[in-house]
């Protein structure tokens, strides 16, 4: 049995202690959590253009590009009018934040006219440009959509009574604007229904600027999603946020600059408006493979599709506007299997399946959107549209299956996959947001896993070790020489090896990180991927420039901390406890959730944080009594001194001295980890 300390704690060190208890709860608490707001295709902050080191497309670049633009038939204009047609009203300006930050400029993407320059790949330009068809547009008779307002399209259905909203935004910023740009320009009307398809942030963060859980109960409103949607929007990477939110940095370019050398686009749509996010629960669940449903009067067809782009999502047909909604299942490129950004593997097989059950429901459809780019219309198109997408992921399913059984690995297999003509050609199909060799490595990893069976590498050395090694072989002089050479030749994939194992080997060598930038930078003019380009120009950005010195604010995703089971932020706590510190330790904390009615026994056991929901044990160190909503203002970083130490809500018994034990041992993980360096 254990004693309270707290009054045999000499006064000093109460002061120490209760300054720890500060840093120790208001701080690191519960650290990992960050991609809340990154579980689904971005956020980014607009950057001003222009600045930065970029330089010229080298001469192998250029022909690269050349030859791309010559291998498709990027002068088609279809997909341009598509994009443009139902044209009602264009934004302009800016989208503020409460604080007054810019989070979306309209004008940013005004550099994507006309014949693109030497540094975009000209197949991405393209691309971009009909991304950057902005605007409120007309469908069809009763369906409208904004587009560009944020990553994602916000798809309003007329009912009988107000619009039907089908995916607010990333956030309630973007959402306030895309609405009140489209009431001013159709007749202001409430907002009868709300459809979530999918449990990704871009898909629902501005709900509760559409509709208020207040007026969403008072007047019975309807909130669709599918089975699991709660669960995957409030859980999904809690655990590993800290990680994938810096990760994302890269995949979508958050801090590049706007420009011809920077951020072009990010294959979904343009950049993500990076402001507040909450979420509504839900009134109504679809469940079933397809489920009618009738809101505002208006006859919906819901099909569940989980387990291919999100665990839960689904798609719908609006029957009487013979109109299919593909959500994101279906969108103007060739999505991934594994977002580099790092998510959990995808079932190619299964998203090939969800869509030949869509093929299968095509029948009298005549108009194609979905909650990213531009719609189709006329329902061979559409056919063909979903029928590429279909055999693009069953393609590259089913030949890595079959190379992986002849024993190729996930890095050989990624060169040796190339699609057929009849579906490489499909420009709606291309690989601008996922990529064929990524997408490739996915399915072997969902397979096989990493290993590839060499037992070369069952334990090779971490990267900074190996370099040192090859740099003593080599010399660093001969090896940036032969860097040089391949870059001359356009061999960037070696020069990138080369160098890469200059700077892991010394973080110091100025001339090998120019180098390393000048080559992701070349890579990056000619990758067709948005996410892919981004990523080599962040990493040249970083080398040059280092880390970022803020990761992703937490603060404006309280909103949808609310509604994440404590449960999962005591996982996230587990998963940040400093093993090698904690050997040894045996300490025993009761949390008690006074408002929530929730009580926990947290405790150490061979350097590993347990807890079950419990009443406090009698046995414990500590007791920390505190409401839920200081515990979520402090995971997202809000709380200050008077919302805990001077806060009547929250409350210690025991001693202070080993809480602050306990909560010392959990790590920060600030999101600034460096990734290009070591
Ligand atoms: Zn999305």
Known sequence: MRKPQSETTPRPLRHAVRMGLANALMVPLLVALTAVVLTGCSRGTPQAGGAGSQGDAAPAVVQANAAVAQSLKLDDPQDFEDAKRGFIARPSGKILAADGTVLKDFDAYGFLQGKGPDTVNPSLWRHAQLNAEVGLFKVVDGVYQLRGFDIANMTLIEGKTGWIVVDPLSAQESAAHALDFARKHLGNKPVSALVFTHAHVDHFGGAIVVLSAKEAAERRVPIIVSAGFMEEATSENILVGAGMGRRSMYQFGKNLPRDARGNVDTGLGKDVVYGAIGVLRPTGLVDQPTQPMTLDGVRFVFHNTPGAECPAEMTFHLPDHKLYNGAELLSQTMHNLLPIRSAKVRDALGWANSLQQALDQMDGVDTYIGQHNQPIWGNARIRAFITVHRDIYKYTHDQTVRLMNQGYTAREIADLVKLPASLSQHLGARGYYGDLRHNVKAVYQYYLGFYDANPAHLDPLPPAESGKRYVALIGADKALAAAQTAYDQGD???????????????????????????????????????????????????????????????????????????????????????????????????????????????????????????????????????????????????????????????????????????????????????????
Do not use: C
């Open 492 to 678: 960037y994939r070696w020069a990138a090896e080369l160098l890469n194992h200059l700077v892991m080997a010394d973080a110091k060598n100025q001339a090998a990180r120019e180098q390393l930038a000048k080559t992701y930078e070349q890579m990056g003019y000619r990758s067709e991927a948005a996410t892919w380009r981004n990523s080599y120009l962040t990493g040249a950005m970083e080398l040059r420039q280092g880390p970022p010195d803020k990761g992703i604010s937490k603060a404006q995703a309280i909103g949808m901390l609310q509604q994440v089971p404590t449960e999962r932020f005591l996982e996230a706590m587990a998963g940040s406890l400093n093993g090698p510190d904690a050997e040894g330790k045996n300490l025993k904390i009761n949390l008690v959730l006074s408002d929530a009615n929730e009580r926990y026994v947290l405790w150490l056991e061979n350097a590993v944080m347990h807890f079950k929901a419990a009443p406090p044990a009698p046995d414990a160190n500590a007791t920390l009594t505190l409401t839920r909503d200081i515990l979520v203002k402090m995971i997202a970083g809000t709380a200050g001194a008077k919302d805990t130490l001077l806060s009547d809500d929250l409350r210690v018994t025991g001693s202070r001295l080993d809480l602050v034990r306990f909560f010392s041992l959990i790590d920060k993980a600030p999101g600034t980890f460096p990734i290009v360096t070591r």
